[in-house]
Antibody, heavy 119, light 108 residues
Framework: EVQLVESGGGLVTPGGSLRLSCAASGFTFSGYTMNWVRQAPGKGLEWVSSISRDGTYIHYADSLKGRFTISRDNAKNSLHLHLTSVRAEDTAVYYC????????????WGQGSLVTVSS | EIVLTQSPGTLSLSLGERATLPCRASQTLSSNYLAWYQQKPGQAPRLLIYGAFNRATGIPDRFSGSGSGTDFTLTISRLEPEDFAVYYCQQYGSSPKTFGQGTKVEIK
């Protein structure tokens, strides 16, 4: 089955760190750009970060100010997002999303992983 | 950064009615790289339309996309019960790949 499954979410205190993971299956993971998109409770979608097929090209939303790091392991079909210096406004569901560039945008989404930043 | 504006924020419509959802970009989108997503409560978004008018795999033909340049529209020809949801437009031709703020289609 073609799917993306996120893990690693949970409660984290302000200023803390957390690592989200996404396990891909059913497709050639190394053939796709991958993204993280987040959605704060009751709010809209916000693109967070993307990483190219081989990890060469990485982009982040300006609002993150260098606090997040995206990475991937094509041998293990996995995507990661390391969150540091988290703030209350980072509370959101984080989605792992497949991207086929200009050919086909965000066509496969995981179920999401909730990150709650609170003391 | 390209800003996408979706207005109104909520559309109240009846079953069987036609829904017209606009999306306006702050600058011309290259090659109409505009997509539409549907999101139901508690679920991840689902790709409906890409390239402004191409339906994604498995999307019913009551969903159609149109427009070019800065003005785009998602049309649902006749609303079915499962169509009441939030719809987002997204431009994916330039980074960051921004989303509109969404339009909720609710039952009148």
């Amino acid at each position: 089955e073609v799917q993306l499954v996120e893990s690693g979410g949970g409660l984290v205190t302000p200023g803390g760190s957390l690592r989200l993971s996404c396990a891909a299956s059913g497709f050639t993971f190394s053939g796709y750009t991958m993204n993280w998109v987040r959605q704060a409770p009751g709010k809209g979608l916000e693109w967070v970060s993307s990483i190219s097929r081989d990890g060469t090209y990485i982009h982040y939303a300006d609002s993150l100010k260098g606090r997040f790091t995206i990475s991937r392991d094509n041998a293990k079909n996995s995507l990661h997002l390391h969150l540091t210096s988290v703030r209350a406004e980072d509370t959101a569901v984080y989605y792992c999303v497949r991207d086929h560039g200009l050919l086909l945008p965000f066509d496969l989404w995981g179920q999401g992983s909730l990150v709650t930043v609170s003391s | 950064e390209i800003v996408l504006t979706q207005s109104p924020g909520t559309l109240s419509l009846s079953l069987g009615e036609r829904a017209t959802l606009p999306c306006r970009a702050s600058q011309t989108l290259s090659s109409n790289y505009l997509a539409w997503y549907q999101q139901k409560p508690g679920q991840a978004p689902r790709l409906l339309i890409y390239g402004a008018f191409n339906r994604a795999t498995g999307i019913p033909d009551r969903f159609s996309g149109s427009g070019s340049g800065t003005d785009f529209t998602l049309t649902i020809s006749r609303l079915e019960p499962e169509d009441f949801a939030v719809y987002y437009c997204q431009q994916y031709g330039s980074s960051p790949k921004t989303f509109g703020q969404g339009t909720k289609v609710e039952i009148k």
